[in-house]
């Protein structure tokens, strides 16, 4: 199947990063669909439960540290899996440096095979190789994306999931729709290394 007649949900987590004596949890969960090339504007996103005692490393980004009492009420990972099912389950999925979230998705649900996976930081490298910086903002950047994502995600920024899922899913919507990206396979574009 041509990867541009394809449907993917391009998710991003955000998380407490490493601490010592704790695992690494995820905190919030963003989750865009793409269908046939292009972003469809439907989109799922969920705070996650982290216990108010519960340290965050001092480095990791986001807006966790003003969310913190919203993030003790959020559902956990399990109870927050029924709501993520249809997203996920039986689905081309994709993410930039997909393996976090990889990791994520199948701490939320063991059981449960995913992908196969497109990772926009590999695609980004073949894509855009003088690029020299491949961090999701600077990509964004490097292909004019900027006004387009501030307008799918007002009020938000880098390091939200939701923005950083809409950021990802804009990536592989270009390459899906430049001239000898267009007509590669589902097959070929997981496989870019």
Known sequence: MKARAANFTVLDFESTGAV??????????????????????????????????????????????????????APSCGEAWPAWKPWVENHLLAAHNAGTERKFLQQAAPLHRFGPWVDTLKLSRRFLPEAGEYGLEAVCRSLGLMTRLETLCPGRSWHDALFDAYAAALVLEVVLTVEGWAEISVEDLCAIR
């Open 20 to 73: 010592r004596g704790h695992p690494e949890e995820p905190w919030q969960v963003g989750m865009v669909e793409v269908r046939h090339g292009r972003l469809t504007g439907r989109h799922f996103e969920q705070y996650l439960r982290i216990a108010s005692t519960r340290p965050f490393n001092p480095y990791a980004p986001g807006r966790h540290a003003e969310l913190r009492h919203v993030l003790a009420q």
